[in-house]
């Protein structure tokens, strides 16, 4: 009989046996990719921006053209060009290129400025860009200028945003909303990201029906194999479902067998058994075909959970009670999908104030679902295995194993669900 | 011209003309529905459980028979029984039951007790278990138990959990993994949930090029199509690219309807026009076709935004900057496309410390975007437009618009993204 491990020992063993170092990937459109995990470093091609840039609409000039300009005495500029979006003009100023002729002389001793709007190139030649709203129209192309700017003003130059070369997002990230943004500035329509664990979700107990089934006296439906295939879909995984397996070691051997070999699951999830004798069963099938790592967490609820490995690939023996079920899922089946998809979990937390005491537990880390209204954490009590505890979670607090409890009133850290 | 919004007017405005009071919907797997928005309200069919329910391993007892039992002087008791899981055993204590032949008649003159697991059906005459934990056996199937138990303990009764009736989830709410679980146990394989709205996304500005091209000097490539695609899937919608349209009222005109009635778009998204002459480009195709409800918003980034609405759709005019836009979608293309749905967004906060003073803005609320590290807000710096500031948002915080400014190490409420 192995030990029962802390909730930290427990972690520690998944990073020992489950750390990956290679990883299968596939190539997908960026535009999907929010949630994925990217696989190989972005490392920028090129500048951006490619050229200098203008972060406001006004005028390009020479920025000690206006050096002593204010609102009594503005400095006059001769406006030589505007600039097209999306268009560039090749000035020189005063210096004749006959090169080419595309190129734009320019008279520099009438101090020259050129529309420009935001996001257009600045001329080479100009320093600076003015805000319209310093300035004043006058006729013949001239502008006054009300107040000075100094070189770089309002101009954002090429690679100043990234430059050529730059790490830009790690392997291992998990993709964002903007994230896609930069990937796309950068020129990425596809990117490699990690392909998806594909997670066997197993029911075992001989009181489980169908969801669709009508239960009789003693019989409960298989709520498990529904809520873990929709938390391994969330959590970044395709689901692989089994459905109800009887509860003997046979069958439930075969089964295991094949959602490896032949399914080809990577992380393979039995949940249930939850009378005395079925305990057992999950875990000598386990040691039968592989190895137990651990046989039970010191944490409430969640007790009964093991874990072990079969053909290299993680199996877990999860508790039947679905809210128990949910809360392993949560805090030790997602750290195994992360090691398979090389990344690391970033749980969003908020301080929160008990509205209630919580009273002490007793040599094990306790995770209270709560509901969290205005800042106030709800501790969601009632007996154990009530499915009605699931319906208001919006987050869970961790009580420390030797916590004497919790005063009403106390801040506690929340992690949102 | 109508004037600037500030942000809660334009909640407000949104509020006014998009609530929604009928909705279109359609049936899906329940284990496919996390992040789906429920359609109807779901009322339990049946009493869950459906029977009194063991929540230990351990022996269903007449707590009177236990009343005084101790360590010393354990209450001896004969088990009768096995439950076996998903069956039921219909007991009569001390009466002939002719009418039903499955009923098995216990003596109640020797303290009886059934064995019964986790979950099994506690059998009628019994009213509470000890758990095995306080038990000791005997031979010729005697237990001794050491701890009295009261009437009710250890037991789920049937409907303790859901009643008949009970209204269990509401129309409106976003499925989340326990929800499924809840579904599941109460029979539901499917449901009905609103239907995601269609979002056109249209990317305007001669300056753009595919992000698949390589951008000559003066030209960038299309963030915001990509980026706003992947916010529109996100966030609940079905994104309906519709590319770069060149920056001329005709094409832009002959787009937007073309999303409206042939690609039917329920809400449209325009970016970029971000030259000075292009700002109003939008706002005039708008109201063209329909009306326009406000034309800029008091708030940094995203000033520029504008909203109308064309043939009762939504139309709106982003800011060409992909922060300012990526900003306002979150705050508010999400608050349309919640009222398409009928839900409400539900924003994950925390408090966080500033790492660095902010210093005032002037009349317009602004939105920082900050990096989270251990509890502490780092505002992303650098000049405005800057792709690279999209890389490490974790959140951001809103400074009020008359807020003059807020010193190093003050407590923010984060928004996470």
Known sequence: MLNVLTPTE??????????????????????????????????????????????????????????????????????????????IITTSLNKETDENPANITIDENNNPCVAISTGGAVP???????MVEHTESYSDNMIGISKPVAPGNNIIFKGDDVSKGDLVLKAGAELTVHDVGVL????????????????????????????????????????????????AKKYGGIEVSYGIVRDDEESLINVLKNCIKNLDCDIILISGGSSAGDKDKTAKVIESLGELLFHGIAIKPGKPTILGIVNEKPVFGLPGHPVAAYMVFELFVREVISCYLGTTIKRKTTIAKLNEAIS?????????????????????????GLISKLIDINGYIIIPRNCEGLSKGTEVELVYV
Chains 1, 2 share one sequence.
Do not use: W
Request: aromatic content about 6%; overall charge negative; charged content about 25%.
């Open 10 to 87: 427990v972690i520690d063993v998944i990073n020992k046996h489950f750390t990956k170092t290679t990883f299968q990937y596939e190539k997908i459109f960026t535009v999907n990719s929010v949630g994925r995990i990217l696989h190989t470093d972005i490392i920028s091609n090129e500048d951006v921006p490619g050229f200098d840039r203008s972060t406001v609409d006004g005028y390009a000039v020479r920025a000690s053209d206006t050096f002593g300009s204010s609102e009594s005495i503005p400095a006059v500029m001769t406006v030589t060009h505007e600039i097209l979006m999306g268009k």
């Open 124 to 130: 080479e030649g100009f320093d600076a860009v003015v």
């Open 184 to 231: 796309a500035a950068l020129g990425f329509e596809y990117i490699n990201v990690r392909k998806k664990p594909r997670i066997g979700i197993i029911s075992t107990g001989d009181e489980l029906v169908n969801i669709t089934d009508t239960p009789s006296d003693g019989e409960v439906r298989d709520v498990n194999g529904c809520m873990l295939a929709a938390a």
């Open 360 to 384: 002490a537990n007793h040599g094990r880390e306790e995770i209270v679902p709560v509901k969290l209204v205005n800042g106030v954490a709800i501790p969601i009590k009632g007996k154990s």
